[in-house]
């Protein structure tokens, strides 16, 4: 899989790339990283990439021309054939205004094999880019950076972990917070107690403990040292359940419960009712 990224700053990204997941799926070659500075594709001696908007307006806005000729230097499939064919690449532009980056999307950009990322700046970036040139608009939350270089880098994070082989153990990516129903049947080897993790299923994880057992009189809950590997995965389901009422109650909407999900969130809802004032 290769990610292209267009920026102003390509020196940002020496920094959060070269570290942990993304820097080891780099060198197995999982990935490739390419950094592209706009203004090698501007023509006037000030390598101007920006400038003030038609109508006025406050700031300054990302110019068209540096970023088209960069997306042609690539040899990116044409708009209109990415949209109607099955090409295995997506141009994205970073901005405020776009859709909410999620686990889903990033689910999403792991089926391709080249993703782009224009990393917006200033006041935004020239509407044509938007219009004729990306698919998909993107924001990482509902704040405003100086720049999109931060989503970019957070992007190729969330997405490499999802690939074949970028974790020790492949069975981490399922069990994270805001995974979708990825199986909770997990298959086991004649003999095999059951297994105490469940997958996320879109809700926020469930507490996590290591030794010692007792740390300065915080005991771990017994439950998860008695070694009985259905109760573990029971009080385990019903933390992350809690967990999402209380932070997150908006994902219990768009999850699949089971019935046991059903039942536990009964008797959650039922004790919260009890110690209200």
Same mark, same amino acid.
């Given at each position: 899989?290769?990610?292209?990224?267009? *920026?102003?700053?390509?020196?940002?990204?020496?920094?959060?790339?070269?570290?942990?997941?993304? @820097?080891?799926?780099?060198?197995? !070659?999982?990935?490739?990283?390419?950094?592209?500075?706009? @203004?090698?594709?501007?023509?006037?001696?000030? @390598?101007?990439?920006?400038?003030?908007?038609?109508?006025?307006?406050?700031g300054m806005v990302l110019k068209p021309e540096p970023i088209f000729e960069c997306l042609e230097s690539l040899a990116i499939t044409p708009r209109e054939q990415r949209?109607?064919?099955?090409?295995?690449?997506?141009?994205? +532009?970073?901005?405020?205004?776009?859709?909410?980056?999620?686990?889903?999307? !990033?689910?999403?950009?792991?089926?391709?094999?080249?993703?782009?990322?224009?990393?917006?700046?200033?006041?935004?970036?020239?509407?044509?880019?938007s219009e004729f040139l990306a698919d998909r608009e993107i924001s990482i939350g509902d704040f405003v950076l100086s720049g999109g270089e931060l989503g970019a880098a +957070?992007?190729?994070?969330?997405?490499?972990?999802? +690939?074949?082989?970028?974790?020790?153990?492949?069975?981490?990516?399922?069990?994270?917070?805001?995974? !979708?129903?990825?199986?909770?049947?997990?298959?086991?080897?004649?003999?095999?107690?059951?297994?105490?993790?469940?997958?996320?299923?879109?809700?926020?994880?469930?507490?996590?403990? *290591?030794?010692?057992?007792?740390?300065?009189?915080?005991?771990?809950?017994?439950?998860?040292?008695?070694?009985?590997?259905?109760?573990?995965?029971?009080?385990?389901?019903?933390?992350?359940?809690?967990?999402?009422?209380?932070?997150?109650?908006?994902?219990?909407?768009?999850?699949?419960?089971?019935?046991?999900?059903?039942?536990? +969130?009964?008797?959650?809802?039922?004790?919260?009712?009890?110690?209200?004032?």
């Amino acid at each position: 899989m290769k990610f292209e990224i267009l *920026t102003i700053f390509p020196d940002f990204f020496r920094g959060p790339l070269d570290y942990g997941i993304v @820097r080891r799926a780099r060198e197995a !070659a999982l990935i490739e990283i390419g950094i592209h500075d706009l @203004r090698a594709f501007t023509h006037d001696r000030h @390598r101007t990439v920006d400038d003030r908007p038609f109508g006025g307006g406050e700031g300054m806005v990302l110019k068209p021309e540096p970023i088209f000729e960069c997306l042609e230097s690539l040899a990116i499939t044409p708009r209109e054939q990415r949209l109607s064919s099955t090409a295995n690449e997506t141009v994205v +532009l970073l901005s405020p205004q776009g859709e909410l980056f999620t686990q889903s999307v !990033a689910q999403q950009f792991v089926q391709r094999e080249r993703v782009v990322l224009i990393c917006g700046r200033y006041e935004g970036v020239d509407q044509r880019v938007s219009e004729f040139l990306a698919d998909r608009e993107i924001s990482i939350g509902d704040f405003v950076l100086s720049g999109g270089e931060l989503g970019a880098a +957070l992007i190729v994070d969330a997405v490499t972990r999802l +690939l074949p082989g970028a974790l020790g153990n492949a069975a981490s990516s399922q069990q994270e917070s805001f995974t !979708a129903n990825s199986g909770d049947v997990v298959v086991r080897g004649e003999g095999e107690p059951p297994s105490s993790t469940c997958a996320s299923g879109g809700l926020l994880d469930y507490p996590h403990y *290591t030794r010692p057992a007792d740390f300065r009189g915080m005991a771990v809950p017994e439950v998860l040292v008695n070694g009985n590997h259905d109760e573990i995965r029971r009080w385990r389901r019903r933390k992350a359940l809690e967990k999402t009422l209380r932070i997150r109650p908006d994902l219990l909407r768009a999850v699949e419960l089971s019935s046991e999900d059903r039942g536990l +969130l009964d008797q959650i809802e039922a004790q919260q009712e009890n110690v209200e004032p």
